[in-house]
């Protein structure tokens, strides 16, 4: 999960996590419905120290954002004394849920357990249902050749048995490879430097399916850069 200060989000780590979700199935309905649905939710402890529930919802033109908190035991293996023992700890999380109204997109905040089990709870309070984005072959191709600096990209369902996945490094564009395997296959994600509509610049890695890991530089990720992110990437996912 990450704070947000002074127009800068930081993250726990050296990443922000960030999600995208196709709305689809059923109507959201006005700004005012969601957000009285979602205080319908708040978070509650229930039996055996388990809890979960949306708090802070807020919202500002044509999103809505709200935090999902889940607190439960989990059953665990480990190694003691040279045999495998099970023991039950405690899992806690956060994240941030912000509803596009006018995209119709989901956009996840925070590490994936936690945004993908507060997903049926929120599905099912709005009555919709939610896809996983996919980017196709050419927005891809069209990230990588804009990026400012291309570090890694990742190629796989190539269509040789003996080599279904390839990661390439160094001056890729350039290389034969890059022209050989982009062709025969699917780039799975790339990682490397982006300038955004905005004029800034991110470090970062995007897959496929709509996911971003955004670097942290210096404090933190100024937020306007991640909107700009993720605005571009929503307006991929449509075309």
């Not at 726990?12 to 960030?18: M, Q, S, T």
């Not at 069209?142 to 160094?170: F, H, M, R």
């Not at 890991?213 to 700009?228: M, N």
Request: hydrophobic content about 40%; overall charge positive.
């Amino acid at each position: 999960m990450a704070l947000q200060t002074n127009g800068l989000i930081i993250p726990r780590g050296l990443v922000l996590p960030l999600r995208l979700y196709h709305v689809n199935g059923g109507s959201l309905g006005s700004a005012q419905t969601i957000v009285r649905k979602l205080k319908e939710r708040p978070v509650v402890f229930k039996d055996r120290k388990y809890y979960e529930g949306f708090s802070d919802v807020d919202t500002d033109s044509n999103m809505i954002s709200v935090y999902y908190t889940i607190g439960q035991p989990i059953t665990v293996q480990r190694m003691k004394d040279d045999q495998l023992t099970t023991e039950v700890v405690y899992s806690q999380g956060k994240c941030e849920y912000i509803i596009h109204t006018k995209q119709k997109f989901l956009e996840c905040r925070g590490t994936s357990w936690v945004t993908k089990k507060g997903l049926a709870p929120l599905m099912e309070l709005l009555g919709v249902e939610f896809d996983g984005v996919n980017l196709n072959d050419t927005a891809m191709v069209n990230l990588c050749k804009n990026a400012a600096l291309l570090k890694t990209v990742q190629i796989s369902e190539l269509e040789n048995q003996a080599l279904n996945q390839i990661q390439l490094n160094g001056n890729i564009l350039d290389s034969a490879e890059w022209t050989i395997y982009r062709r025969q296959g699917v780039i799975r994600y790339f990682r490397g430097f982006i300038d955004l509509p905005t004029g800034s610049q991110i470090s970062a890695q995007i897959s496929n399916e709509g996911t971003l890991l955004i670097y942290k530089r210096g404090e933190g990720i100024p937020a306007k850069d991640v909107i700009s992110a993720v605005s571009m990437v929503m307006k991929m996912a449509e075309n």
